[in-house]
Protein backbone atom coordinates (compact mmCIF):
# COMPACT_ATOMS: atom_id res chain seq x y z
CA UNK A 1 0.00 0.00 0.00
CA UNK A 2 1.23 3.58 -0.95
CA UNK A 3 0.83 6.26 0.71
CA UNK A 4 1.50 9.93 0.24
CA UNK A 5 4.99 11.44 1.65
CA UNK A 6 4.90 14.69 3.47
CA UNK A 7 8.64 14.54 4.00
CA UNK A 8 8.45 15.94 0.19
CA UNK A 9 5.85 18.18 -0.01
CA UNK A 10 6.43 21.45 -0.92
CA UNK A 11 3.16 22.68 -1.01
CA UNK A 12 3.55 25.96 1.05
CA UNK A 13 1.51 28.93 1.60
CA UNK A 14 2.64 32.34 1.61
CA UNK A 15 -0.05 35.04 2.54
CA UNK A 16 2.72 37.56 1.94
CA UNK A 17 -0.27 38.87 -0.72
CA UNK A 18 -4.08 38.38 -0.01
CA UNK A 19 -6.42 38.67 -2.58
CA UNK A 20 -9.90 40.08 -1.30
CA UNK A 21 -13.34 39.48 -3.29
CA UNK A 22 -15.09 42.89 -3.39
CA UNK A 23 -18.89 43.72 -4.77
CA UNK A 24 -19.37 45.99 -1.46
CA UNK A 25 -21.81 43.50 0.00
CA UNK A 26 -21.90 42.95 3.69
CA UNK A 27 -20.09 39.32 2.83
CA UNK A 28 -17.41 41.07 1.19
CA UNK A 29 -17.02 43.78 3.72
CA UNK A 30 -16.82 41.60 6.50
CA UNK A 31 -14.55 39.49 4.65
CA UNK A 32 -12.14 42.45 4.08
CA UNK A 33 -12.44 42.85 7.66
CA UNK A 34 -11.28 39.29 8.61
CA UNK A 35 -8.51 39.83 5.53
CA UNK A 36 -6.83 42.90 7.51
CA UNK A 37 -6.70 41.20 10.67
CA UNK A 38 -4.88 38.09 8.86
CA UNK A 39 -2.43 41.24 7.21
CA UNK A 40 -1.77 42.87 10.79
CA UNK A 41 -0.65 39.24 11.84
CA UNK A 42 1.66 38.29 8.64
CA UNK A 43 2.47 42.11 7.50
CA UNK A 44 0.92 40.78 4.53
CA UNK A 45 -0.16 43.38 1.42
CA UNK A 46 -4.27 43.04 0.35
CA UNK A 47 -5.40 43.44 -2.73
CA UNK A 48 -9.16 44.09 -3.33
CA UNK A 49 -10.65 43.04 -6.71
CA UNK A 50 -13.96 44.58 -8.39
CA UNK A 51 -15.09 42.62 -11.40
CA UNK A 52 -17.50 44.17 -13.82
CA UNK A 53 -19.50 41.77 -14.83
CA UNK A 54 -20.99 41.37 -18.70
CA UNK A 55 -24.56 41.92 -17.45
CA UNK A 56 -23.60 45.60 -17.47
CA UNK A 57 -23.59 45.16 -21.16
CA UNK A 58 -27.39 46.03 -20.47
CA UNK A 59 -26.57 49.12 -19.09
CA UNK A 60 -26.51 52.30 -22.03
CA UNK A 61 -23.17 53.64 -21.94
CA UNK A 62 -23.25 56.27 -19.75
CA UNK A 63 -24.72 54.35 -16.77
CA UNK A 64 -21.95 51.50 -17.42
CA UNK A 65 -19.11 54.54 -17.16
CA UNK A 66 -20.74 55.48 -13.81
CA UNK A 67 -20.98 52.55 -12.67
CA UNK A 68 -17.37 51.37 -12.85
CA UNK A 69 -16.52 55.33 -11.84
CA UNK A 70 -18.85 54.80 -8.47
CA UNK A 71 -16.69 51.37 -7.67
CA UNK A 72 -13.52 53.06 -8.12
CA UNK A 73 -14.75 55.53 -5.63
CA UNK A 74 -16.19 53.57 -3.28
CA UNK A 75 -12.93 51.09 -3.20
CA UNK A 76 -10.59 54.15 -2.77
CA UNK A 77 -12.47 54.98 0.02
CA UNK A 78 -12.04 51.50 1.62
CA UNK A 79 -8.73 52.39 1.26
CA UNK A 80 -8.50 55.58 2.74
CA UNK A 81 -10.46 54.77 5.23
CA UNK A 82 -8.53 51.31 6.73
CA UNK A 83 -5.03 53.58 5.93
CA UNK A 84 -5.88 56.49 8.39
CA UNK A 85 -6.97 53.47 11.02
CA UNK A 86 -3.72 51.35 10.01
CA UNK A 87 -1.17 52.74 8.42
CA UNK A 88 1.20 50.08 8.49
CA UNK A 89 -1.07 48.61 6.07
CA UNK A 90 -0.36 48.24 2.57
CA UNK A 91 -3.66 48.02 0.71
CA UNK A 92 -4.22 48.49 -3.23
CA UNK A 93 -7.22 47.27 -5.49
CA UNK A 94 -7.82 46.18 -9.05
CA UNK A 95 -10.58 46.35 -11.68
CA UNK A 96 -11.72 43.91 -14.35
CA UNK A 97 -14.52 43.58 -16.69
CA UNK A 98 -15.30 39.24 -16.99
CA UNK A 99 -16.50 36.16 -15.55
CA UNK A 100 -15.32 36.43 -11.63
CA UNK A 101 -13.78 33.51 -11.25
CA UNK A 102 -11.16 33.54 -14.18
CA UNK A 103 -10.43 37.60 -13.32
CA UNK A 104 -9.68 35.56 -9.83
CA UNK A 105 -7.88 33.34 -11.22
CA UNK A 106 -5.94 35.31 -13.51
CA UNK A 107 -4.88 38.56 -10.54
CA UNK A 108 -4.05 35.58 -8.28
CA UNK A 109 -1.36 34.37 -10.63
CA UNK A 110 -0.39 37.30 -12.54
CA UNK A 111 0.29 39.43 -8.76
CA UNK A 112 2.07 35.94 -7.13
CA UNK A 113 -0.87 35.73 -4.49
CA UNK A 114 -0.72 33.48 -1.87
CA UNK A 115 -3.97 33.75 -0.49
CA UNK A 116 -7.62 34.58 -1.67
CA UNK A 117 -10.57 35.47 1.05
CA UNK A 118 -13.87 35.89 -0.20
CA UNK A 119 -17.57 36.10 2.02
CA UNK A 120 -20.33 33.82 1.87
CA UNK A 121 -23.99 33.29 2.68
CA UNK A 122 -23.72 29.89 4.00
CA UNK A 123 -26.86 28.04 5.83
CA UNK A 124 -29.30 27.46 3.19
CA UNK A 125 -27.02 27.26 0.40
CA UNK A 126 -24.52 29.76 -1.62
CA UNK A 127 -26.23 32.76 -3.05
CA UNK A 128 -24.99 34.65 -6.12
CA UNK A 129 -21.75 35.94 -4.81
CA UNK A 130 -21.43 38.53 -7.93
CA UNK A 131 -23.80 37.93 -10.82
CA UNK A 132 -22.79 35.44 -13.47
CA UNK A 133 -20.86 33.28 -10.65
CA UNK A 134 -20.61 32.60 -7.34
CA UNK A 135 -18.31 31.28 -4.24
CA UNK A 136 -18.28 27.36 -5.18
CA UNK A 137 -16.87 28.39 -8.44
CA UNK A 138 -14.42 30.86 -7.49
CA UNK A 139 -13.21 28.09 -4.51
CA UNK A 140 -12.72 25.62 -7.25
CA UNK A 141 -10.74 27.87 -9.70
CA UNK A 142 -8.44 29.48 -7.62
CA UNK A 143 -4.94 29.06 -8.14
CA UNK A 144 -4.58 29.51 -4.65
CA UNK A 145 -6.55 28.46 -1.31
CA UNK A 146 -9.28 30.50 -0.36
CA UNK A 147 -10.70 31.06 2.87
CA UNK A 148 -14.10 31.41 2.89
CA UNK A 149 -15.63 33.66 5.15
CA UNK A 150 -19.74 33.75 6.13
CA UNK A 151 -21.48 37.21 6.42
CA UNK A 152 -22.67 36.12 9.96
CA UNK A 153 -19.29 35.32 11.07
CA UNK A 154 -17.67 38.06 13.60
CA UNK A 155 -15.20 37.44 15.38
CA UNK A 156 -12.81 38.38 12.38
CA UNK A 157 -9.21 36.87 11.43
CA UNK A 158 -7.31 36.51 14.44
CA UNK A 159 -6.88 32.82 13.91
CA UNK A 160 -5.24 31.18 16.99
CA UNK A 161 -7.00 27.59 16.73
CA UNK A 162 -6.81 25.51 13.27
CA UNK A 163 -8.84 22.54 12.94
CA UNK A 164 -7.13 20.51 10.71
CA UNK A 165 -9.26 17.11 9.19
CA UNK A 166 -7.47 13.47 8.52
CA UNK A 167 -9.32 10.44 7.24
CA UNK A 168 -8.51 7.74 4.91
CA UNK A 169 -9.34 9.71 1.12
CA UNK A 170 -5.85 9.94 -0.36
CA UNK A 171 -5.25 13.46 -0.58
CA UNK A 172 -5.97 14.24 2.96
CA UNK A 173 -2.86 15.07 4.34
CA UNK A 174 -1.47 17.42 0.96
CA UNK A 175 -3.07 20.28 3.09
CA UNK A 176 -1.05 19.36 6.18
CA UNK A 177 1.93 21.68 4.98
CA UNK A 178 -0.16 24.74 4.01
CA UNK A 179 -1.90 24.44 7.60
CA UNK A 180 1.60 24.20 9.18
CA UNK A 181 3.01 27.37 7.52
CA UNK A 182 -0.14 29.25 8.09
CA UNK A 183 -0.28 28.06 11.52
CA UNK A 184 3.59 29.24 11.69
CA UNK A 185 2.74 32.61 10.37
CA UNK A 186 -0.41 33.03 13.16
CA UNK A 187 1.22 31.39 15.75
CA UNK A 188 -1.49 29.63 16.40
CA UNK A 189 -2.11 25.80 17.24
CA UNK A 190 -3.23 23.53 15.35
CA UNK A 191 -6.00 20.52 16.72
CA UNK A 192 -5.82 17.38 14.10
CA UNK A 193 -9.37 15.39 14.00
CA UNK A 194 -9.02 12.13 12.72
CA UNK A 195 -11.83 10.35 11.40
CA UNK A 196 -12.54 6.63 11.03
CA UNK A 197 -15.42 6.74 8.49
CA UNK A 198 -15.65 2.94 7.66
CA UNK A 199 -15.04 -0.32 10.14
CA UNK A 200 -13.31 -1.97 7.46
CA UNK A 201 -8.95 -2.68 9.06
CA UNK A 202 -7.73 -1.87 6.15
CA UNK A 203 -9.24 1.68 6.14
CA UNK A 204 -8.72 2.19 9.35
CA UNK A 205 -5.13 1.47 8.95
CA UNK A 206 -4.63 4.14 6.23
CA UNK A 207 -6.11 6.61 8.08
CA UNK A 208 -3.68 5.69 11.09
CA UNK A 209 -0.93 6.04 9.03
CA UNK A 210 -1.95 9.32 7.75
CA UNK A 211 -2.80 10.81 11.63
CA UNK A 212 0.50 9.61 12.36
CA UNK A 213 2.18 11.24 9.32
CA UNK A 214 0.79 14.34 9.92
CA UNK A 215 1.76 14.32 13.52
CA UNK A 216 5.14 13.68 12.36
CA UNK A 217 5.31 16.46 10.13
CA UNK A 218 4.35 19.11 12.58
CA UNK A 219 6.32 17.76 15.10
CA UNK A 220 9.04 18.17 12.56
CA UNK A 221 8.30 22.37 11.85
CA UNK A 222 7.91 22.16 16.03
CA UNK A 223 4.51 22.30 16.08
CA UNK A 224 2.64 20.01 18.86
CA UNK A 225 -0.77 19.55 17.61
CA UNK A 226 -4.01 18.09 19.83
CA UNK A 227 -4.93 14.91 18.39
CA UNK A 228 -8.96 13.71 18.63
CA UNK A 229 -10.33 10.82 17.00
CA UNK A 230 -14.40 10.11 16.15
CA UNK A 231 -16.09 7.60 14.14
CA UNK A 232 -18.96 8.92 11.94
CA UNK A 233 -20.60 8.12 8.94
CA UNK A 234 -21.12 11.89 8.55
CA UNK A 235 -17.53 13.12 7.97
CA UNK A 236 -18.92 16.89 6.92
CA UNK A 237 -21.72 17.02 10.53
CA UNK A 238 -18.65 15.71 12.63
CA UNK A 239 -15.85 18.06 11.09
CA UNK A 240 -18.20 21.41 11.82
CA UNK A 241 -19.43 19.83 15.28
CA UNK A 242 -16.02 19.55 16.49
CA UNK A 243 -14.54 22.71 15.13
CA UNK A 244 -17.84 24.77 16.27
CA UNK A 245 -17.34 22.77 19.64
CA UNK A 246 -13.87 23.23 20.44
CA UNK A 247 -13.98 27.05 19.29
CA UNK A 248 -11.99 26.76 16.21
CA UNK A 249 -11.02 29.96 14.44
CA UNK A 250 -10.49 28.30 10.99
CA UNK A 251 -10.81 24.95 9.08
CA UNK A 252 -8.30 23.52 6.79
CA UNK A 253 -10.06 21.35 4.32
CA UNK A 254 -9.57 19.87 0.72
CA UNK A 255 -12.27 20.12 -2.43
CA UNK A 256 -11.75 16.48 -3.20
CA UNK A 257 -11.34 17.20 -6.81
CA UNK A 258 -8.74 16.75 -9.11
CA UNK A 259 -9.84 19.02 -12.23
CA UNK A 260 -12.83 21.62 -12.14
CA UNK A 261 -15.25 21.49 -15.11
CA UNK A 262 -17.87 23.40 -15.82
CA UNK A 263 -20.47 20.47 -14.75
CA UNK A 264 -18.22 19.80 -11.47
CA UNK A 265 -16.96 22.46 -9.38
CA UNK A 266 -15.78 20.54 -6.44
CA UNK A 267 -16.62 17.12 -4.00
CA UNK A 268 -20.01 17.02 -1.93
CA UNK A 269 -18.67 16.96 1.21
CA UNK A 270 -16.33 20.05 0.40
CA UNK A 271 -19.53 21.97 -0.90
CA UNK A 272 -21.69 20.36 2.44
CA UNK A 273 -19.17 21.72 4.98
CA UNK A 274 -18.04 25.13 3.93
CA UNK A 275 -21.92 25.63 3.43
CA UNK A 276 -22.89 24.55 7.03
CA UNK A 277 -19.65 25.65 9.10
CA UNK A 278 -20.10 28.62 10.90
CA UNK A 279 -16.43 29.34 11.19
CA UNK A 280 -14.25 30.33 7.89
CA UNK A 281 -13.43 27.75 5.86
CA UNK A 282 -9.63 27.56 4.00
CA UNK A 283 -10.28 25.04 1.02
CA UNK A 284 -6.97 23.33 -0.56
CA UNK A 285 -6.88 21.95 -4.00
CA UNK A 286 -4.60 19.11 -4.56
CA UNK A 287 -3.08 19.97 -8.00
CA UNK A 288 -2.95 23.40 -9.42
CA UNK A 289 -6.59 23.75 -11.04
CA UNK A 290 -7.06 24.62 -15.11
CA UNK A 291 -9.08 27.62 -15.93
CA UNK A 292 -11.39 27.10 -18.66
Same mark, same amino acid.
Given at each position: ????????? $??????????????????????????????? $??????????????????????????????????????????????????????????????????????????????????????????????????????????????????????????????????????????????????????????????????????????????????????????? $?????????????????????????????????????????????????????????????????
Amino acid at each position: MEFYNLAHS $SNFISVKKILVGMDFSNGALNAFNYAVDVAK $SCESQIILLWVESNSSEKLIPGEKNEFRHESKLELEKIISDNKKRYPQLNISFKQKKGKVYKEFASVVLANDVGLAIIGTHGIGGFEEFWVGSNAYKIISYCPCPVISVRTDYKKGGNIKKIVLPIDDSIDTTKKVPMAAQLAKELNADIEVLGIYESNLPSLKRKTDHYLSETKQYLSDKNIIPII $SICKSNNISTSIVKYAEKNEADLMVIMTDQNKATSDIIMGIRSQQIINRSPIPVLSVKPFKMEVK
